[in-house]
Nanobody, 120 residues
Framework: QVQLVESGGGLVQAGGSLRLSCAAS????????MGWYRQAPGKQRELVAA???????NYADSVKGRFTISRDVAKNTVYLQMNSLKPEDTAVYYC??????????????WGQGTQVTVSS
């Protein structure tokens, strides 16, 4: 069964830190490049960090130097350590493979996401 469960979001002051976790089913996680996406109100969902099965990472310019993505293969889990948070980081954060998982019915599957709110 396909499953993505994100957790770890919350309300934090600017300059603070949060660590997000994503438990993924093996069919999504195994051998795939995994990513963290975010969607702010009124904006399109964007990929902010990604990690390959070999551990190679990439980041959007807006989070480079502040966010760190990692994965635990034994736990089928992807993490996003977010430091020096800014109000513009406020969004719902989702994890998924990159590109996102598409079901047999040709729908893009997303988990419920986790809300991150950064106050100024």
């Amino acid at each position: 069964q396909v499953q993505l469960v994100e957790s770890g979001g919350g309300l934090v002051q600017a300059g603070g830190s949060l660590r997000l976790s994503c438990a993924a089913s093996g069919s999504i996680f195994r051998f795939n490049r995994m990513g963290w996406y975010r969607q702010a109100p009124g904006k399109q969902r964007e990929l902010v960090a990604a990690i390959t099965s070999y551990g190679t990472t990439n980041y959007a310019d807006s989070v480079k130097g502040r966010f760190t993505i990692s994965r635990d293969v034994a736990k089928n889990t992807v993490y996003l350590q977010m430091n020096s948070l800014k109000p513009e980081d406020t969004a719902v954060y989702y994890c998924n493979k990159d590109p996102p998982y598409v079901t047999s019915g040709y729908h893009t599957y997303w988990g419920q996401g986790t809300q991150v709110t950064v106050s100024s």
